[in-house]
């Protein structure tokens, strides 16, 4: 007579194997993480592309103002303030291919996290298998000893060996390299993100040599903060007091 195999009554898998594997799997629960930090990592790059290159279309802009025809000292300064943006725009995309290589192509290191997925799925799949053979040997365990009861019992432990096998291999392996896999990321993230500081320590350095020489060409020697924000403010009024300068 046919019977619904259910859950075997014997625990086939011991509460600690369980949570040593839970553990250990819940700490490779990196993949949405890795994806994230590369997204972000893509748009800052671009975010300093962009900006680099809107600095570089000003000074541009300013070059070209007919003002610069007029006046010697303005155009020296606009051309002294083009150099340093191409300057700058050429270090930031120097530095940017290096965040590229050093960076964000190694976080498409998410892409073993599917191959790891693939063998826990197995491994439970594997799992369910040995638990449905498992509860069908205990089912003919039950059953009175008749001689075909007893065949069957024999058919169903013989199904069950490679199985129950299969499953304590895969277990054993996860439990074996989740641990190592775990520790891995670390010993391949951390060169990433080295290389990240050293790239932005050799872009400021430059930024800051940039602009100090670009403070030397341009600069009024002598003059404060709030001495050149005077002498803004005076030229301001100077125009607001032309009679074409109409009041609000």
């Given amino acids: 007579m046919p019977f619904k195999i259910g859950q075997p009554k014997k625990q086939i898998v011991s509460k600690t194997v369980e949570r040593d594997f839970e553990r250990e799997y819940e700490k490779l629960q990196l993949e949405d993480q890795t994806k994230k930090l590369h997204k972000d ?24 103002n007919p ?21 700058m725009d050429a270090f930031n995309q120097e530095k940017v291919n290096q965040i ?26 594997a799992l369910q298998d040995y638990k449905r053979l498992q509860s069908k040997v205990e089912k003919y365990e039950e059953k009175e000893k008749t001689g075909p009861a007893i065949v069957k019992l024999c058919q169903a432990k013989e199904e069950l060996r490679p199985v129950k096998e299969d499953f304590e291999a895969k277990n054993k392996q996860l439990l074996d390299e989740m641990p190592k896999f775990y520790q891995s990321r670390i010993d391949y993230f951390q ?13 400021f350095t430059e930024m800051y040599n940039i602009f ?7 600069d009024e020697a002598g003059l404060t ?14 125009l607001r007091s032309l009679s074409i300068v109409a009041d609000d």
């Fill in 225 to 238: 903060d709030e001495q050149r924000q005077k002498e803004t403010e005076a030229k301001l009024n100077e």
């Fill in 41 to 64: 990592m893509k748009k800052s790059t671009e975010a300093d592309l962009a900006m680099s290159k809107a600095a570089v279309k000003i000074s541009a802009d300013l070059l070209s």
């Fill in 191 to 203: 060169p990433s993100f080295e290389a990240l500081i050293r790239a932005q320590v050799v872009y």
């Fill in 67 to 87: 003002l610069c025809e007029q006046d010697q000292a303005f155009l020296d300064s606009m051309t002294a303030l083009d150099t340093a943006m191409k300057r």
């Fill in 100 to 125: 590229q290589k050093t960076v964000i192509d190694p976080l498409k290191y998410s892409g073993v996290f599917p191959s790891l997925n693939m063998a826990v799925k197995r491994r439970e799949q």
């Fill in 212 to 218: 100090s020489q670009l403070t030397d060409q341009i």
